[in-house]
Nanobody
Framework: QVQPVESGGGLVQAGGSLRLSCVGF????????MGWFRQAPGKEREFVAAISWSGGSTAYADSVKGRFTISRDNAKNTVYLQMNNLKPEDTAVYYCNADTMMKTITNVNRFGSWGQGTQVTVSS
């Protein structure tokens, strides 16, 4: 597994938007379901969003439904997370990872390794 590289984070005011990108996982990228996860200071890492290998199925944590959109471009080995109407509670380091199945990708404990992530800070 090629380590992912996350980017696109930054400092934004509440109500603002950011678009995160994650590149990695080599030539097998298009065969994996992809997920975004986040970890806030002092909290455990949590699932945010996932997308099937084809892009035909998506899943979201309740806390981000209607505000975040996950998408992917298999030709570029890239998965995106469009984040709108950001809230201070969205402040966290955001990570991506890959899984063979959508039904298990929400379990953060499945993953043995993570990239460096990208910091998102939302000011009130």
């Amino acid at each position: 597994q090629v380590q992912p590289v996350e980017s696109g984070g930054g400092l934004v005011q509440a109500g603002g938007s950011l678009r995160l990108s994650c590149v990695g996982f080599g030539r097998t990228f298009s065969s994996y379901a992809m997920g975004w996860f986040r970890q806030a200071p002092g909290k455990e890492r949590e699932f945010v969003a996932a997308i099937s290998w084809s892009g035909g199925s998506t899943a979201y944590a309740d806390s981000v439904k209607g505000r975040f959109t996950i998408s992917r471009d298999n030709a570029k080995n890239t998965v995106y997370l469009q984040m709108n109407n950001l809230k201070p509670e969205d402040t966290a380091v955001y990570y991506c990872n890959a899984d063979t199945m959508m039904k298990t990708i929400t379990n953060v404990n499945r993953f043995g390794s993570w990239g460096q992530g990208t910091q998102v800070t939302v000011s009130s």
